[in-house]
């Protein structure tokens, strides 16, 4: 069965700190990882990630996928209280097109 | 604007009484999706549709219909719903594909007696 597993559930740190979101998955002809960012509403997106060793980047946000062990990292930088979030990792199969989301990391930043 | 609609954005009905929860897009995307969130489970994906007529099931499609007889507008019917529907729900679309980045709407919490 296609799962995808984030780790840590929950984190909580201080304005100014970096931080690591762990994303594995197990999934059956992998097509592509994306993630997203969701404050108190809806999702919106943030990467998508295809090939591995390739770091994307936006800010003090960036993201790297290694195929070989099935798992990417979102990073994020001198932390804002902003971004203070879940952050849902998804995956997609190629031979459909479902998306599995894992059931996120919950951010907290305090100043 | 380009956005994703949801309507209504809360409801609160009974077990048993049908309900529709409607979804439009302005985009022109040809992918659109229905996923509901529960504490502790994350968002799983409920139905998607690639195109005009064509949906599929996903995850957790049991109790759930959807029809897209239009491109922009892709409901969600609960012909019979349940307690365990209550949930936050959020229609998507993206361009082309369930890989490409998706658009998601505000969501509708929907709460079932």
């Known amino acids: 069965e296609d799962k995808v597993v984030q780790s840590p559930l929950s984190l909580v740190v201080h304005e100014g700190d970096t931080v690591t979101l762990n994303c594995s998955y197990e999934?059956?002809?992998?097509?592509?990882l994306l993630w997203y960012k969701q404050e108190k509403k809806a999702p919106t997106f943030l990467f998508m990630l295809t090939s591995s060793g390739i770091e994307k980047k936006s800010g003090r946000l960036s993201s790297i996928l290694d195929k070989k062990e099935l798992f990417s990292i979102l990073n994020i930088t001198a932390t804002q209280t902003g971004d203070s979030a879940i952050y849902l990792c998804a995956v997609a199969p190629r031979d459909t097109d479902k998306l599995i989301f894992g059931t996120g990391t919950r951010l907290q930043v305090f100043p | 604007e380009a956005q994703v609609t949801q309507n209504p954005r809360y409801l609160i009905t009974v077990t048993g009484k049908k309900l529709t929860v409607t979804c439009s897009q302005n985009?022109?995307?040809?992918?659109m999706s229905w996923y509901r969130q529960d504490p502790g489970l994350g968002l799983r994906q409920i139905y998607y549709?690639?195109?005009?007529?064509?949906?599929d099931k996903g995850d957790v499609p049991e109790g759930y219909k959807v029809s897209r007889k239009e491109k922009r507008n892709f409901p969600l019917i609960l012909e019979s719903p349940s307690p365990n529907q209550t949930s936050l729900y959020f229609c998507?679309?993206?361009?082309?594909?369930?890989?490409?980045?998706?658009?998601f709407g505000p969501g509708t919490r929907l709460t079932v007696l």
């Open positions: 985009m022109n995307h040809e992918y």
């Open positions: 549709s690639m195109n005009v007529e064509v949906t």
């Open positions: 999934v059956t002809n992998f097509r592509s």
């Open positions: 998507a679309s993206s361009p082309n594909r369930g890989s490409d980045e998706q658009f």
